[in-house]
């Protein structure tokens, strides 16, 4: 096994073409994936996006070097191989990979020209974060490459050695889901539907999802304030007091 500091992939006895280990970009991709969740999260729920800012910056640097120095010396995949050191490798073909790789890195200058430095938020800001999050969940769970396959459109000689051989011919015909997993598909939505009205129904009095929302809201636009802090808290306690009033008052008139 030989490779440069300089160098995309490893050159492997045996294989035609430099390689990757896709053991570790699939943990390195599951890596990126949890920042980039939390980040995501923080921005659409609560509005707060600072973390989004930091982890697009990371992201970026990441990506930079894997494209252009060497992917072996980027930060995620340093921790994401030596997670998966005792994991027999499994070499897929890098070209593709760092066509795919080249996406996420322009898709990283634009959060990072439009959020990072002009700290421009909104729609489109969004859905490139989702970009990024549907795309490195594809390559964390299935070890679904999806930029590999835009891959396959531009270039005349097509990706080889991709995970799970599905590259080669013939590709394996697939399989169908069969009565019994179908079955158990529906079963678990029903369960789940009936699951998300039981935990409707038993919500702590006192307290709405709205209210909670609110809260929450208020809090990181305050920021670490006190006196805001405490106003929140004292008008959340107005509300619960009030509702728990009004719910007396009806109940003597009933009993009345």
């Keep these: 096994m030989r490779t440069k500091f300089f160098q995309f992939g490893e050159d492997v006895e045996g294989y035609p073409l430099r390689v990757l280990?896709?053991?570790?970009?699939?943990?390195?991709?599951?890596?990126?994936?949890?920042?980039a969740i939390v980040s995501f999260m923080n921005a659409m729920l609560l509005g707060n996006f600072q973390p989004t800012r930091f982890f697009v910056m990371v992201f970026l640097l990441d990506m930079t070097v894997r494209v252009f120095i060497n992917p072996l010396y980027a930060p995620s995949m340093i921790v994401g191989g030596w997670m998966v050191r005792h994991q027999t490798p499994d070499w897929v073909g890098a070209p593709q990979k760092r066509f795919a790789w080249g996406i996420g890195l322009i898709l990283g200058?634009?959060?990072?020209?439009?959020?990072?430095?002009?700290?421009?938020?909104?729609?489109?800001?969004?859905?490139?974060?989702?970009?990024?999050?549907?795309?490195?969940?594809?390559?964390?769970?299935?070890?679904?490459?999806?930029?590999?396959?835009?891959?396959?459109?531009?270039?005349?000689?097509?990706?080889?050695?991709?995970?799970?051989?599905?590259?080669?011919?013939?590709?394996?015909?697939?399989?169908?889901?069969?009565?019994?997993?179908?079955?158990?598909?529906?079963?678990?939505?029903?369960?789940?539907?009936?699951?998300?009205?039981?935990?409707?129904?038993?919500?702590?009095?006192?307290l709405s999802s709205f209210d909670e929302m609110t809260t929450l809201g208020d809090m990181s636009v305050n920021g670490a304030n006190p006196a805001n802090a405490e106003r929140c808290q004292v008008n959340s306690q107005r509300s619960v007091e009030d509702r728990a009033s009004l719910r007396s008052g009806l109940s003597r008139k009933v009993s009345g």
Aim: glycine share 14%; aromatic share 8%; hydrophobic share 50%.
């Design 21 to 35: 280990n896709e053991r570790a970009v699939r943990a390195a991709a599951g890596l990126l994936l949890m920042g």
């Design 109 to 206: 200058m634009v959060m990072f020209w439009t959020m990072g430095i002009n700290q421009v938020v909104g729609p489109i800001n969004m859905l490139v974060c989702g970009g990024c999050l549907v795309l490195m969940f594809w390559e964390s769970a299935f070890g679904i490459c999806l930029g590999c396959k835009v891959y396959n459109l531009f270039n005349k000689e097509k990706a080889q050695l991709c995970p799970g051989g599905v590259c080669e011919v013939p590709a394996a015909p697939p399989k169908g889901l069969g009565l019994g997993k179908m079955a158990v598909l529906v079963a678990f939505v029903g369960y789940a539907v009936v699951a998300g009205q039981w935990v409707k129904a038993t919500r702590p009095v006192g």
